[in-house]
Structure formats: C-alpha cells, structure tokens
C-alpha cells in the first residue's frame, strides 16, 4: 500500500516537472501554424524588411535564447512560454537554413544533408547522454536543452528540405504540401494500426511538419509567377499569429503525461 501511494506520488511529481504538452491533433495544428509563421516571419526580416541573412539570424538567435532560458527557468509547464520558444526555433531555423543553403553555397541538398547530419548527431548524444529522447523523460533543465536544441536544429533541416522539394526539385508549392502532407498521414497510419516506436514517429512527424509549414509560408508570400500568392509577409505573419493565439485562447492544453 505505501509503495502504491510513493509509486502514484513520484508519477504526480514527474509530470509536474514536464513542461511541454501532450501530443494531440490540437499539438500537430498549432505545429503547423507555428512553423509557417517562422517561414513568413523569418523571410520578412530577412528580405522584406532586407536585413539578410546573419543579421536576421543574429535577431532570431537572441530571442531564441531568451525564451529557451525562460522556458528551463520556468516551474512548471505554460503553453504561452512553449509555444513561443517553439516560434522562436522555427524562425531562427528559416534564417540559418537560407543563409546554409545560399550564402554558404552548398545549395538546398548540400544544406539538407549537413543539417540531417547534425540533427542525427544531437539525437545519438542526447540518447547516449539521457538515456532516452521521449517527450515524458524531459524532467530536467539537461534534458530541456537537449529537446530545444533538437527541435532548433529539426526546424532548420526541415526549412531545407521544404525548399529543396519545392524549388531544386521544381515540384513547387503545392504539390510539396501535398507530398509531405502525405508523409504525415503515412505517419500518423503506423501511429494507429502498427507497433513501430512511439517516440521515432514523433520526432518523424515533428521534422516532417517544419518542410510542410516551410512550403505553406513561401506558397503565402512569394510572387505569382512562382506559383505564390504573393500575400504580405507581414500580414500573413499577422494572420498565423492570430491564428495561434485563438487555438491557445480557446482550447485546453496540458503537460504531456506519457511517452511519445
């Protein structure tokens, strides 16, 4: 009986000391929204606002280390502070993977695989350092900087790949979106009706949704004739934001208590 009563204790307190949030379909939207938010901001300052790529990315790097400092420093979880961090990751990844991707001249497959490479890298170490790289076992500020240097470095990949597949590959905007939309039902398939590790389909589906965000936001903002929309970075940027904010408003959100 005391076991059972410590057992269901230490399970209180583990979970209070998680602070990201359960992983539903509410999750993978906000996701999405997020990550096109950080291609259309992340190109507003860069090119709109023509700051280029380092000094964007300087900015977006600042206030990716405030808000992870924030966040580790944080008692317990707050959908506010995560889902800002989340933003700030995806819009430092838009900067770093134009500036790879161009400036450097490695072009978009040179930028994909030597950002595949890093991120596969962070995970073996995390793993090896951690023991696991499930959401339910970032109870620690170590675990928490391994998690967001992940997902920083999972947004950045996924930013060259999106424009690998929708420009190198001239499948354009939509049909990228549609190609790695079905990627994630694939993946969302395995979730349901197989076996496969829960945690590798997460952090699949987790990359895999950056490439998508990536090809929505240049299919809002780039010009017609480049199959776009040419929509205001801006006010698309304005648009995703308000998006964001009513799912977080309206919506119920709590600090993921199993393994994904």
């Known amino acids: 009986m005391d076991k059972l009563i410590l057992d269901n204790h230490m399970a209180t307190v583990k979970q ?3 602070k990201v949030p ?6 993978w939207i906000i996701k999405v929204a997020a990550t096109t938010l950080g291609e259309t901001a992340g190109d507003a300052l860069s090119m709109s606002l023509n700051l280029g790529y380092i000094v964007s990315t300087a900015i977006f790097a600042v206030i990716f280390a405030v808000a992870v400092a924030t966040q580790i420093k944080a008692k317990q979880f707050n959908k506010w502070l995560y889902w800002g961090t989340i933003v700030a990751t995806t819009t430092l990844g838009t900067t770093i993977a134009d500036f790879v991707d ?12 030597l950002l595949f ?13 951690m023991g696991s790289i499930s959401v339910d076992s970032i109870v620690s500020s170590k675990a ?19 424009d690998w597949v929708a420009d190198s590959k001239g499948m354009g905007y939509t049909t990228s979106a549609i190609i790695f939309g ?3 039902a694939i993946i969302a398939g395995a979730y349901f009706w197989t ?8 952090w699949s589906a987790f990359i895999l949704t950056r490439p998508l965000g990536a090809v929505l936001g240049d299919f809002l903002d780039k010009p017609i004739d480049h199959g776009g929309l040419a929509l205001s970075r801006f006010g698309a940027s304005a648009a ?10 309206v919506f119920k959100h709590r600090a993921s208590a199993k393994s994904h």
């Open 16 to 18: 209070a000391l998680v």
């Open 22 to 27: 359960e992983v539903t379909l509410l999750f």
């Open 102 to 113: 161009r400036s450097l001249g490695i072009g978009y497959a040179g930028g994909t695989s």
């Open 117 to 129: 490479a890093m991120l596969i890298v962070c995970l073996v170490v995390w793993r090896k350092t």
């Open 144 to 162: 928490e900087m391994f998690y967001w240097t992940t997902i920083m470095f999972s947004q950045t990949l996924g930013t060259a790949l999106g």
């Open 182 to 184: 079905s990627l994630l």
């Open 195 to 202: 076996n496969i590790s829960r945690t590798l389909l997460f």
């Open 240 to 249: 995703l934001l308000v998006f964001i904010i009513f799912c977080l408003v």
